[in-house]
């Protein structure tokens, strides 16, 4: 399929039979074509660096994870850029959340990386930090990508040493999901904003022995909790370079857990394991195996797909401000891309053109347009997404400062918390050991 | 594609007698010579762009910090640095050294007795012995694939049809994929339970056992016992030896079902972390590609020591009789 291949297929040999050259020469062909090959590629990576070279038909390659809804809000909003810019048209790729990254990372290897491609802050420090997103501030300045309607800690959360490395797609914050029929139907009281983690703990004992549906599901495995609840006792998951926290703390963190399983109020060690994947379908709220799990507030609507149970959200336990406005994922540009300057413009586009905004919804989180989220809010018509929209917005008003987005190491961190948390729920570790266990490993993990 | 290669002695090939070299005949060999790589090329194509290329690539890359997003040009030397870290820093390495010898160890013999055991029982004649072999073969057919791990860990899982099954008798089952104890276990049991190709090699070998020899062991009085000891096994071993290496390599390189009983993670509590996975993880998932390289390296020489090792005691217990008599 590379050009560079074809001329190999024995091409001077046809006609003289005897020369004595045609064998030499076809094995140097056969080198230069093994040698050719990777230099095309390599070629192509590099592309021709004209930087904006706009006028003129362009093509703008599109990468992004998400099911079928998302593709096909997607694909309408950036047919409307089609639509007023006709001489941009899109070439399109998406796949599921699993696995996206490895195919980010692939098609980088191999050159041919997506000119505008979503990302998340578990990888936006890694690829920042590798220079592989272009830095958007001199957009931001010019004005080019007009952010002025953005909440001013959502547009931080994207900024990676000092660049602006994505551009948030949405905003959400940590949610806590319930199953609202089964407190209902048995006379329970929904969980609250602002209840302490004890108070938490000690209403899903209380669940448990009501309805045999444990509580919640037991969050010591996950990372957002974790770093909400640390935020909460004045600590942080990453400060600069570091760890935002020690050992005294992870092991509060997992004994606070330990007492809730040893109470009952926790699903067993192996459900907790299934709960722990970061699958939808998965999560133990929709599989009737907890009555609480722990996620991104708009993940509601998608919760809500696979159960026919109500659902509720409200915030993490203890202190709200805790959390924050976080980009549920972002639009980056590839630096190399050979068309930075309209991707930015479709970026620019996607978060505030009034028609782009309506036709995308809430389907990546609450719009970061704040004028446009309003405008959204008033029309969204799906119960679950009103009661996302109505609780993040709550929530917006109580938000705190944004944290530093997660360090590079981060996907090794949240693998060895997984890990360590569940040495303890398994019971192969005390909390002490398995925060000890953890914060090595978190050491060796991002020096 | 093991079972194209045929089993028992290989025929001795490489350069064979004197060549014949015509004087004069320059021309022709060459033109034969070109047309013979040219046939070849789709292979030398692949064999150089697919693998010897990359393979050269990735010992380079086991030298440096290269993680995938940095240009190839930008890496970093960093001598035996990834070397060190695996052999030294990195526990989680030898605890994926560790779950991959142990799978290995109890899943590859279990697998071939297994496969030598059913072999011996359909390598008879009676009615429907065809339909019970094409049975026995139907697993590995699906070999390793994601649909066969995905039903795999849904039937061993807390509420799967095996405790179901146990539950007929009373028994209450454990969460078999969701328990750090047994996850590995499941694990060998799905590779055991895919002995068709072996058992395929085994029947074929078994075939080339002449009756004779049988038929002078009974004579001389020789039990069921004592025939398979002494005229099956020997006769046996060089389909044997070739089943032996190759499913251990086969084993070592195990990732598909653990790769979906775990999500990807080697979990529960890294009790499914083998090592093509562990890999995997330190290139894609942390990007340490270089690391990963060199993880692949070390990887490739050990099985070439074992199947080395293999190699050196064969000759103490394989036996090729063809040899002799032909």
Same mark, same amino acid.
């Given at each position: 399929m590379h050009p560079a291949t074809s001329p190999t297929a024995g091409a001077p040999a046809g006609r003289e039979h005897r020369t004595p050259l045609t064998r030499r020469r076809f094995v140097r062909g056969l080198a230069a074509v093994a040698l050719a090959a990777p230099l095309a590629l390599g070629a192509a990576a590099c592309g021709d660096d004209s930087g904006g070279g706009d006028g003129g038909p362009v093509k703008l390659s599109v990468f992004w994870w998400g099911g079928e809804a998302r593709a096909k809000l997607t694909e309408d909003a950036l047919a409307l850029y089609t639509?007023?810019?006709?001489?941009?048209?899109?070439?399109?790729?998406?796949?599921?959340?699993?696995?996206?990254?490895?195919?980010?990372?692939?098609?980088?290897?191999?050159?041919?990386?997506?000119?505008?491609?979503?990302?998340?802050?578990?990888?936006?420090?890694?690829?920042?930090?590798?220079?592989?997103?272009?830095?958007?501030?001199?957009?931001?300045?010019?004005?080019?990508?007009?952010?002025?309607?953005?909440?001013?800690?959502?547009?931080?959360?994207?900024?990676?040493?000092?660049?602006?490395?994505g551009v948030a797609a949405g905003e959400n914050t940590q949610g806590l999901v319930y199953n609202k029929t089964l407190l209902t139907k048995n006379g329970l009281p929904e969980p609250r904003t602002g209840m302490s983690w004890e108070e938490h703990i000690a209403w899903a004992e209380q669940v448990a022995k009501k309805t045999k549906v444990p509580g919640t599901q037991d969050p010591s495995a996950d990372y957002k909790a974790l770093w909400v609840w640390l935020r909460q006792q004045g600590k942080d998951l990453y400060k600069g370079k570091e760890l935002g926290f020690t050992v005294e703390d992870v092991t509060k963190w997992f004994a606070l857990w330990k007492g809730a399983r040893d109470a009952g109020a926790t699903p067993t060690a192996d459900v907790i394991h299934q709960g722990n994947a970061t699958d939808i379908t998965k999560q133990l709220v929709v599989t009737g195996k907890a009555a609480t799990s722990w996620v991104w507030a708009n993940q509601m609507p998608d919760l809500k797909k696979n159960t026919k149970d109500e659902l509720g959200v409200v915030a993490y336990p203890g202190d709200p401000s805790a959390q924050w406005a976080r980009a549920s994922m972002y639009w980056s540009v590839f630096k190399g891309s050979k068309h930075r300057d309209v991707a930015v413009d479709v970026i620019n586009f996607l978060n505030n053109d009034p028609e782009a905004v309506a036709l995308l919804g809430t389907d990546r989180g609450l719009p970061s347009n704040t004028d446009l989220r309003a405008k959204v809010s008033e029309t969204a018509t799906d119960p679950a997404m009103k009661q996302s929209i109505q609780v993040e917005s709550e929530l917006a008003q109580k938000f705190g400062p944004s944290p530093q987005v997660p360090i590079k190491g981060h996907s090794k961190v949240k693998a060895e918390l997984t890990k360590a948390a569940e040495n303890a729920q398994y019971g192969r570790a005390t909390p002490a050991q398995a925060a000890e266990q953890f914060v090595t490993a978190c050491k060796a993990a991002i020096a | 594609m093991a079972l194209t290669t045929a089993p028992g002695p290989t025929p001795r090939t490489g350069p064979v007698g004197p060549r014949p070299t015509r004087r004069g005949a320059g021309r022709t060999r060459l033109g034969e010579g070109l047309a013979g790589y040219v046939f070849l090329s789709p292979w030398l194509?692949?064999?150089?762009?697919?693998?010897?290329?990359?393979?050269?690539?990735?010992?380079?890359?086991?030298?440096?910090?290269?993680d995938i997003l940095t240009p190839l040009s930008e890496v970093r030397w960093v001598g035996l640095a990834n070397y060190e870290r695996m052999f030294t820093a990195d526990p989680s390495y030898w605890h994926a050294v560790r779950v991959t010898l142990t799978f290995a160890l109890v899943a590859v013999p279990l697998k071939l007795a297994a496969a030598l055991g059913v072999a011996l029982l359909l390598n008879r004649t009676w009615r429907g012995v065809g339909l019970f072999r094409?049975?026995?073969?139907?697993?590995?057919?699906?070999?390793?694939?994601?649909?066969?791990?995905?039903?795999?860990?849904?039937?061993?899982?807390?509420?799967? &049809?095996?405790?179901?099954?146990? =539950?007929? /008798?009373?028994?209450? +089952?454990?969460? %078999? @994929?969701?328990?750090? *104890?047994?996850?590995?276990?499941?694990?060998?049991?799905?590779?055991?339970?895919?002995?068709?190709?072996?058992?395929?090699?085994?029947?074929?070998?078994?075939?080339?056992?002449?009756?004779?020899?049988?038929?002078?062991?009974?004579?001389?009085?020789?039990?069921?016992?004592?025939?398979?000891?002494?005229?099956?096994?020997?006769?046996?071993?060089?389909?044997?030896?070739?089943?032996?290496?190759?499913?251990?390599?086969?084993?070592?390189?195990?990732?598909?079902?653990?790769?979906?009983?775990?999500?990807?993670?080697?979990?529960?509590?890294?009790?499914?972390?083998?090592?093509?996975?562990?890999?995997?993880?330190?290139?894609?998932?942390?990007?340490?590609?270089?690391?990963?390289?060199?993880?692949?390296?070390?990887?490739?020489? &050990?099985?070439?020591?074992?199947? =080395?090792? /293999?190699?050196?005691? +064969?000759?103490? %217990? @394989?036996?090729?009789? *063809?040899?002799?008599?032909?």
């Amino acid at each position: 399929m590379h050009p560079a291949t074809s001329p190999t297929a024995g091409a001077p040999a046809g006609r003289e039979h005897r020369t004595p050259l045609t064998r030499r020469r076809f094995v140097r062909g056969l080198a230069a074509v093994a040698l050719a090959a990777p230099l095309a590629l390599g070629a192509a990576a590099c592309g021709d660096d004209s930087g904006g070279g706009d006028g003129g038909p362009v093509k703008l390659s599109v990468f992004w994870w998400g099911g079928e809804a998302r593709a096909k809000l997607t694909e309408d909003a950036l047919a409307l850029y089609t639509k007023k810019h006709p001489d941009v048209t899109f070439e399109k790729t998406w796949q599921a959340n699993q696995g996206y990254f490895d195919k980010l990372a692939t098609l980088t290897a191999g050159g041919n990386p997506p000119d505008l491609f979503q990302i998340d802050d578990n990888y936006l420090a890694e690829y920042a930090g590798r220079s592989t997103t272009l830095d958007l501030g001199s957009y931001r300045d010019s004005g080019k990508l007009d952010v002025s309607k953005f909440p001013k800690s959502l547009l931080e959360y994207g900024v990676v040493d000092g660049k602006l490395a994505g551009v948030a797609a949405g905003e959400n914050t940590q949610g806590l999901v319930y199953n609202k029929t089964l407190l209902t139907k048995n006379g329970l009281p929904e969980p609250r904003t602002g209840m302490s983690w004890e108070e938490h703990i000690a209403w899903a004992e209380q669940v448990a022995k009501k309805t045999k549906v444990p509580g919640t599901q037991d969050p010591s495995a996950d990372y957002k909790a974790l770093w909400v609840w640390l935020r909460q006792q004045g600590k942080d998951l990453y400060k600069g370079k570091e760890l935002g926290f020690t050992v005294e703390d992870v092991t509060k963190w997992f004994a606070l857990w330990k007492g809730a399983r040893d109470a009952g109020a926790t699903p067993t060690a192996d459900v907790i394991h299934q709960g722990n994947a970061t699958d939808i379908t998965k999560q133990l709220v929709v599989t009737g195996k907890a009555a609480t799990s722990w996620v991104w507030a708009n993940q509601m609507p998608d919760l809500k797909k696979n159960t026919k149970d109500e659902l509720g959200v409200v915030a993490y336990p203890g202190d709200p401000s805790a959390q924050w406005a976080r980009a549920s994922m972002y639009w980056s540009v590839f630096k190399g891309s050979k068309h930075r300057d309209v991707a930015v413009d479709v970026i620019n586009f996607l978060n505030n053109d009034p028609e782009a905004v309506a036709l995308l919804g809430t389907d990546r989180g609450l719009p970061s347009n704040t004028d446009l989220r309003a405008k959204v809010s008033e029309t969204a018509t799906d119960p679950a997404m009103k009661q996302s929209i109505q609780v993040e917005s709550e929530l917006a008003q109580k938000f705190g400062p944004s944290p530093q987005v997660p360090i590079k190491g981060h996907s090794k961190v949240k693998a060895e918390l997984t890990k360590a948390a569940e040495n303890a729920q398994y019971g192969r570790a005390t909390p002490a050991q398995a925060a000890e266990q953890f914060v090595t490993a978190c050491k060796a993990a991002i020096a | 594609m093991a079972l194209t290669t045929a089993p028992g002695p290989t025929p001795r090939t490489g350069p064979v007698g004197p060549r014949p070299t015509r004087r004069g005949a320059g021309r022709t060999r060459l033109g034969e010579g070109l047309a013979g790589y040219v046939f070849l090329s789709p292979w030398l194509i692949g064999l150089m762009g697919i693998t010897a290329v990359p393979m050269l690539l990735s010992l380079w890359l086991s030298f440096t910090d290269y993680d995938i997003l940095t240009p190839l040009s930008e890496v970093r030397w960093v001598g035996l640095a990834n070397y060190e870290r695996m052999f030294t820093a990195d526990p989680s390495y030898w605890h994926a050294v560790r779950v991959t010898l142990t799978f290995a160890l109890v899943a590859v013999p279990l697998k071939l007795a297994a496969a030598l055991g059913v072999a011996l029982l359909l390598n008879r004649t009676w009615r429907g012995v065809g339909l019970f072999r094409g049975l026995f073969y139907l697993p590995s057919l699906l070999g390793g694939s994601v649909a066969l791990a995905i039903v795999w860990v849904n039937m061993f899982n807390r509420d799967g &049809a095996f405790n179901s099954f146990l =539950a007929l /008798f009373g028994i209450e +089952g454990l969460p %078999w @994929v969701a328990d750090p *104890d047994w996850a590995l276990e499941t694990l060998m049991v799905l590779a055991i339970w895919q002995f068709g190709a072996p058992m395929v090699i085994f029947l074929a070998g078994l075939k080339q056992v002449p009756t004779e020899l049988y038929e002078a062991a009974a004579v001389d009085g020789a039990g069921a016992w004592r025939r398979f000891r002494a005229v099956t096994l020997p006769m046996l071993s060089p389909v044997i030896f070739f089943n032996l290496v190759l499913e251990t390599i086969h084993g070592f390189q195990g990732f598909t079902a653990a790769f979906v009983l775990s999500n990807g993670t080697g979990g529960p509590v890294d009790s499914t972390l083998m090592y093509t996975l562990k890999l995997y993880i330190a290139g894609f998932t942390d990007l340490e590609m270089g690391y990963a390289s060199a993880m692949a390296w070390v990887f490739l020489l &050990a099985i070439a020591l074992i199947t =080395a090792v /293999f190699f050196s005691t +064969g000759r103490f %217990w @394989v036996h090729y009789s *063809d040899g002799e008599d032909a």
